[in-house]
RNA sequence: GCCGCGUUCGUCUAAGGGUUAGGACACCACCCUUUCACGGUGGUGAUACGGGUUCGAAUCCCGUACGCGGUACCA
């Protein structure tokens, strides 16, 4: 029997969640419902001087929009609880302690000066970045450069202080990622990170191991971000709780923005939402937005982040949740970056429109509809609308821009378009065309065609140059689906009221 | 600076030693449609560069360049 496959996301509540985030959180569900595992989230709320109020909510709503629900979380529960790590701040420091007792781990009292003074000394053209490694602890003020007693000392004062991994000097430490194959690091090159902050709060560093072994994760997936600080969690595993127990890494490509890594401001500089929802930062009083509010569905935005950085080998390219289960492979995932492209978003979301029924999209379409302060009344008349406009839609807010004639007459003709071929034969035509209309049996846009062509070859006039005014007439311009479809949304009393007031307005 | 990761049309990608290097977005043209779309057909357009290995490299190896990421008591 094999072990349950359980993976997690673990953001850290600070604002809204950006597309890079939701497709993390894509690949990590994929890839637990493909092996019939768990997907966690869990909160990783260390850092108390960032805590946000309302971002966990927010990432609740983002998870629920997408269809992408965790099976355990903080609201959820779950059998391996607290899931935010801010309570179960308590949990870490004994296995920062039992590093320190094997002598991987020790005790530092610098200041913030201190180590800023460090940092100057050490700083050179070859050296912009100083580190506090092997190369100056011993310079610095910890419980391996001091004496016991002083150390007791301080600890007994209470002096503030951190605990620290030491990084052994020389050795090679491989990774092995499921996408990228092995990766090799040394270890002289990673510096002595905090495991355990001054506050008593564990770094992310420590956190995400014992939090991972706790949990048992399986597969641990992030961002190709934490790639160069994996050396750290693979000793801490190592250390802990033996590499045998280690789950299986894979490090996700990142999502790229015009300029380097995707970022909120990418948004805003060109144009795109990079959050998958709306984020109002009321800090600083200013809003992000998010693709639902741009008019995006879940299924697309789902659909379009599972292909950037990953394809199932064939040309397939739309796809549903339950379609991405079943062909989703980590192997498959890239090892390059993607430049995220809001054109082809568009089209994901277009094909989106298209796919889904009328019945799918009458909820989304009467909320833009009601927006514009248009109350929809009769349910199946909207659906028909949809049907008859969906293929025209990019994003949701189109449906009115494509609709809005038929909730509304028009207030102003484009009368130029038909002015030059305009007469005293045509305003007969449909001076006629209205006593055709009152009579026709069953309405319906076929009848109200072949009405409007037989006539048209009574008067002898070609049914092309007749339809344009009569579009017109119905919407005030050159736009909108088939007109015969039009009026028979309209209905027979609407259509011969629009006509009749149109061919006032058309004698002015 | 140092370390790591990456590199196929403008963008997302297929092809894992033998293909006229395929598809999609975008763009252009034509067809359909006497609105606009949808749709259809076609077109422009790529293996970063230099060395190897091989009968044969987009594919394997090495260098170079470029891009990205990391280098916090942030995650």
Same mark, same amino acid.
């Given at each position: 029997?094999?072990?349950?496959?359980?993976?997690?996301?673990?953001?850290?509540?600070?604002?809204?969640?950006?597309?890079?985030?939701?497709?993390?959180?894509?690949?990590?569900?994929?890839?637990?419902?493909?092996?019939?595992?768990?997907?966690?989230?869990?909160?990783?709320?260390?850092?108390?001087?960032?805590?946000?109020?309302?971002?966990?909510?927010?990432?609740?709503?983002?998870?629920?929009?997408?269809?992408?629900?965790?099976?355990?979380?903080?609201?959820?529960?779950?059998?391996?609880?607290?899931?935010?790590?801010?309570?179960?701040?308590?949990?870490?420091?004994?296995?920062?302690?039992?590093?320190i007792?094997?002598g991987?781990a020790y005790y530092a009292f610098d200041t913030?000066?201190d180590l800023?003074?460090m940092?100057?000394?050490?700083?050179?053209?070859?050296?912009?970045?100083?580190?506090y490694d092997h190369s100056v602890r011993m310079e610095m003020k910890n419980s391996l450069s001091l004496p016991a007693s002083e150390v007791d000392q301080l600890l007994?004062?209470?002096t503030?202080y951190v605990i620290r991994?030491k990084?052994?000097?020389?050795?090679?430490?491989?990774?092995?990622?499921?996408?990228?194959?092995?990766?090799?690091?040394?270890?002289?090159?990673?510096?002595d990170?905090?495991?355990?902050?001054?506050?008593?709060?564990?770094?992310?560093?420590?956190?995400?191991?014992?939090?991972?072994?706790?949990?048992?994760?399986?597969?641990?997936?992030?961002?190709?971000?934490?790639?160069?600080?994996?050396?750290?969690?693979?000793?801490?595993?190592?250390?802990?709780?033996?590499?045998?127990?280690?789950?299986?890494?894979?490090?996700?490509?990142?999502?790229?923005?015009?300029?380097?890594?995707?970022?909120?401001?990418?948004?805003?500089?060109?144009?795109?939402?990079?959050?998958?929802?709306?984020?109002?930062?009321?800090?600083?009083?200013?809003?992000?937005?998010?693709?639902?509010?741009?008019?995006?569905?879940?299924?697309?935005?789902?659909?379009?982040?599972?292909?950037?950085?990953?394809?199932?080998?064939?040309?397939?390219?739309? /796809?549903?949740? !339950?379609?991405?289960?079943?062909?989703?492979?980590?192997? #498959?995932?890239?090892? &390059?970056?993607? +430049?995220?492209? %809001?054109?082809?978003?568009?089209?994901?979301?277009?094909?989106?429109?298209?796919?889904?029924?009328?019945?799918?999209?009458?909820?989304?379409?009467?909320?833009?509809?009601?927006?514009?302060?248009?109350?929809?009344?009769?349910?199946?008349?909207?659906?028909?609308?949809?049907?008859?406009?969906?293929?025209?839609?990019?994003?949701?807010?189109?449906?009115?821009?494509?609709?809005?004639? /038929?909730?509304? !007459?028009?207030?102003?003709?484009?009368?130029?378009?038909? #002015?030059?071929?305009? &007469?005293?034969? +045509?305003?007969? %035509?449909?001076?006629?065309?209205?006593?055709?209309?009152?009579?026709?049996?069953?309405?319906?846009?076929?009848?109200?065609?072949?009405?409007?062509?037989?006539?048209?070859?009574?008067?002898?006039?070609?049914?092309?140059?007749?339809?344009?005014?009569?579009?017109?007439?119905?919407?005030?311009?050159?736009?909108?689906?088939?007109?015969?479809?039009?009026?028979?949304?309209?209905?027979?009393?609407?259509?011969?009221?629009?006509?009749?007031?149109?061919?006032?307005?058309?004698?002015?």
């Open positions: 029997m094999q072990q349950e496959v359980r993976v997690r996301f673990a953001p850290s509540p600070t604002g809204g969640l950006h597309i890079g985030g939701v497709r993390t959180v894509l690949y990590n569900y994929l890839f637990a419902k493909k092996h019939n595992g768990k997907f966690i989230l869990r909160i990783e709320d260390t850092d108390q001087s960032r805590y946000v109020a309302g971002a966990e909510e927010y990432i609740y709503e983002t998870l629920s929009w997408c269809g992408l629900v965790p099976d355990e979380s903080p609201k959820h529960g779950g059998n391996y609880g607290p899931y935010r790590q801010s309570e179960r701040k308590e949990l870490y420091r004994k296995y920062a302690e039992q590093l007792s094997a991987q913030p000066e800023e003074k940092k100057l000394r050490v700083k050179t053209d070859e050296n912009t970045n100083p580190q007994s004062a209470s503030p991994i990084m052994p000097e020389n050795e090679n430490i491989t990774l092995h990622d499921m996408i990228r194959g092995e990766v090799h690091f040394h270890s002289h090159i990673a510096d990170k905090v495991l355990l902050k001054a506050d008593g709060m564990p770094t992310y560093h420590l956190a995400v191991v014992v939090d991972d072994y706790l949990m048992k994760i399986t597969h641990a997936f992030r961002g190709e971000e934490w790639l160069p600080s994996a050396p750290v969690h693979i000793l801490l595993w190592r250390y802990l709780f033996g590499e045998d127990a280690m789950p299986e890494w894979a490090h996700f490509p990142l999502i790229l923005g015009p300029s380097g890594k995707l970022s909120k401001r990418d948004g805003a500089k060109y144009g795109f939402p990079v959050f998958a929802m709306s984020w109002n930062d009321k800090s600083k009083g200013e809003t992000t937005e998010g693709f639902r509010e741009r008019g995006f569905l879940p299924e697309a935005l789902i659909n379009l982040l599972a292909l950037l950085g990953w394809n199932d080998g064939t040309e397939k390219e739309i /796809f549903t949740l !339950e379609e991405l289960i079943d062909s989703f492979s980590i192997e #498959k995932v890239h090892k &390059g970056g993607a +430049k995220f492209d %809001f054109d082809k978003a568009k089209w994901f979301n277009h094909e989106w429109i298209k796919k889904l029924s009328a019945d799918d999209l009458a909820k989304k379409v009467k909320t833009v509809i009601s927006g514009k302060g248009v109350a929809v009344k009769d349910e199946k008349q909207l659906y028909k609308i949809i049907s008859l406009v969906k293929d025209r839609c990019t994003v949701l807010p189109d449906f009115w821009e494509q609709s809005f004639f /038929f909730f509304r !007459e028009p207030d102003q003709y484009d009368t130029e378009s038909i #002015k030059a071929k305009w &007469g005293e034969d +045509k305003k007969r %035509f449909f001076e006629n065309f209205i006593k055709e209309l009152g009579a026709i049996p069953e309405w319906g846009s076929a009848f109200i065609e072949s009405a409007f062509k037989n006539l048209a070859a009574v008067c002898n006039i070609k049914p092309g140059e007749l339809q344009l005014p009569f579009r017109i007439m119905l919407v005030g311009g050159k736009f909108g689906p088939p007109v015969f479809d039009i009026a028979d949304v309209l209905g027979k009393k609407e259509t011969i009221e629009r006509i009749t007031k149109a061919l006032l307005k058309f004698d002015q």
